[in-house]
T-cell receptor, first 112, second 114 residues
Framework: DVKVTQSSRYLVKRTGEKVFLECVQD?????MFWYRQDPGLGLRLIYF???????EKGDIPEGYSVSREKKERFSLILESASTNQTSMYLC???????????FGEGSRLTVL | QKEVEQNSGPLSVPEGAIASLNCTYS??????FFWYRQYSGKSPELIMS????GDKEDGRFTAQLNKASQYVSLLIRDSQPSDSATYLC??????????????FGQGTILTVHP
């Protein structure tokens, strides 16, 4: 089974703090994604990566950056957290042959 | 027009009935189609994928794809209370590269009552 692991399930941070969300997958997938999910807004793509050190902006990249130094690990960084970044963050990885996307358990971030 | 549209529901069906969930998409060249189930407070879980016109069955689930009409549906037979969740339709757009991103619908809330 595909395993996508997010390091933190619940985080509480203060405005202005730097926040790191880590994601690791064990299936050697090339493609990895970060989404946020908010009530009424659905899943929105923040960034994705199609290979090590490669990244592409998604639909809502403002206020976020990412890092992919190793194939299995994709990190989301909030340089200076703001209250409007309170959300559920979902990491996913994807097969290139079938295109199926597999999600981690999610990280619920609260910014006070 | 939204790229992927679903009726937000809630859709309520009695236990044992067939639940029918529908999704339409705007990009005629879309190639891959997926259904995800998401329980409250949990992450989406892939339950079906379909790539060609017609029906695809997996246990109590059947996905139906009609590219000419640009819709994809999910039927859940013998619905159980444990099927109560939000169901997300996702589509890979036309011309997508191997790393093409999926576009998700807003989701349909399904409630199966005993």
């Amino acid at each position: 089974d595909v395993k996508v692991t997010q390091s933190s399930r619940y985080l509480v941070k203060r405005t202005g703090e730097k926040v790191f969300l880590e994601c690791v997958q064990d299936m050697d997938h090339e493609n990895m994604f970060w989404y946020r999910q908010d009530p009424g807004l659905g899943l929105r793509l923040i960034y994705f990566s199609y290979d090590v050190k490669m990244k592409e902006k998604g639909d809502i990249p403002e206020g976020y950056s990412v890092s992919r130094e190793k194939k299995e690990r994709f990190s989301l960084i909030l340089e200076s957290a703001s209250t409007n970044q309170t959300s559920m963050y979902l990491c996913a990885s994807r097969t290139t042959n079938t295109g199926e996307l597999f999600f981690g358990e999610g990280s619920r971030l609260t910014v006070l | 027009q939204k790229e992927v549209e679903q009726n937000s529901g809630p859709l309520s069906v009695p236990e044992g009935a067939i639940a029918s969930l529908n999704c339409t998409y705007s990009d005629r060249g879309s190639q891959s189609f997926f259904w995800y189930r998401q329980y409250s407070g949990k992450s989406p879980e892939l339950i079906m994928s379909i790539y060609s016109n017609g029906d695809k069955e997996d246990g109590r689930f059947t996905a139906q794809l009609n590219k000419a009409s640009q819709y994809v549906s999910l039927l859940i037979r013998d619905s159980q209370p444990s099927d109560s969740a939000t169901y997300l339709c996702a589509v890979t757009p036309a011309g997508g590269t191997s790393y093409g991103k999926l576009t998700f619908g807003q989701g349909t809330i399904l409630t199966v009552h005993p």
